[in-house]
């Protein structure tokens, strides 16, 4: 009997250090993923109503409307694209 506990203790610890690292590693995807929804939203959306800058960098994203268009035509094909996952589904589902 002791030898069971003995034997479930170091998957008890190695679950721990597991589920510790996916925590880890599940803020730093989502960290990650904040610091570009900024960036892109700075770049789309809020560089546009500022005024003009001497800055090069802040320039050229202010002139620069490819992803101002890029994502709501993006949507229409992404609509497309789930309902086609949908129905695949369905149909792998039922047959």
Do not use: E, R
Not at 25 to 52: D, E, N, Q, Y
């Amino acid at each position: 009997m002791s030898s069971s506990s003995a034997a479930s203790a170091p998957s008890t610890s190695s679950q721990l250090a597991s589920s510790k690292d996916k925590f880890f590693w599940g803020c730093l995807f989502i960290a990650i993923g904040s610091i570009f929804f900024v960036g892109f939203l700075f770049a789309a959306v809020v560089s546009k109503l500022l005024p003009p800058s001497n800055n090069a960098l802040i320039s050229t994203i202010q002139n620069d409307w490819y992803y101002c268009f890029l994502v709501p035509l993006t949507l229409p094909v992404l609509v497309v694209a789930v309902y086609f996952h949908w129905l695949s589904m369905k149909l792998f589902k039922h047959a």
